[in-house]
């Protein structure tokens, strides 16, 4: 996945967005931009996003309320918050409503990238072992299929 990867980066701070838009599309990412929960939730119901990087603290709502939101249109996204009011509070409470990752500003661009990466990964992963799980259930349903057919439609 890694390179083809779809971002999403919800920030009201113009320069938060221009910078992380402007590394990762460095790094051969798509990336698009949302200066609101409400704008970002609308982006990721009308196109597919891999992963999103989410304000803790936008205009019109929480960034964990933009969590569970993008949870319903993608479930499988990686989401990542990124906050300048780094608390034990905040960090439990985003890991709790479905983030995956949780980054402090400012930031340190090595460790956000690498964050991505990580996250991207995982998401790969998951994908890969869900296909080798419904590959599985298929295989192992076709076979309880052929049990059942009676001998003769067997030699047809």
């Not at 931009?33 to 992963?51: C, D, M, P, R, V």
């Not at 989410?54 to 479930?75: A, F, H, S, W, Y």
């Not at 906050?83 to 980054?103: C, M």
């Amino acid at each position: 996945m890694g390179r083809n990867a779809r971002i999403l980066v919800i920030d009201d701070d113009e320069s938060i967005r221009t910078v992380l838009t402007t590394i990762l599309e460095e790094k051969g990412y798509t990336v698009e931009t949302a200066e609101t929960g409400k704008q970002g939730i609308q982006k990721s119901h009308e196109k597919f996003y891999n992963l999103a990087l989410i304000d803790i603290r936008l205009p019109d709502m929480e960034g964990t309320n933009v969590l569970q939101n993008l949870k319903q249109t993608t479930p499988k996204m990686r989401k990542i918050i990124i906050t300048g009011f780094p608390s034990l509070q905040n960090a439990v409470e985003a890991l709790n409503k479905g983030a995956d990752a949780y980054i402090m500003k400012p930031f340190d661009m090595d460790k956000v990238l690498q964050t991505v990466e990580e996250q991207l990964k995982k998401q790969e992963e998951e994908k890969k072992y869900s296909q080798e799980k419904v590959t599985e259930f298929i295989e192992t349903r076709v076979k309880e299929l052929e049990q059942k057919q009676p001998a003769t439609q067997k030699k047809a």
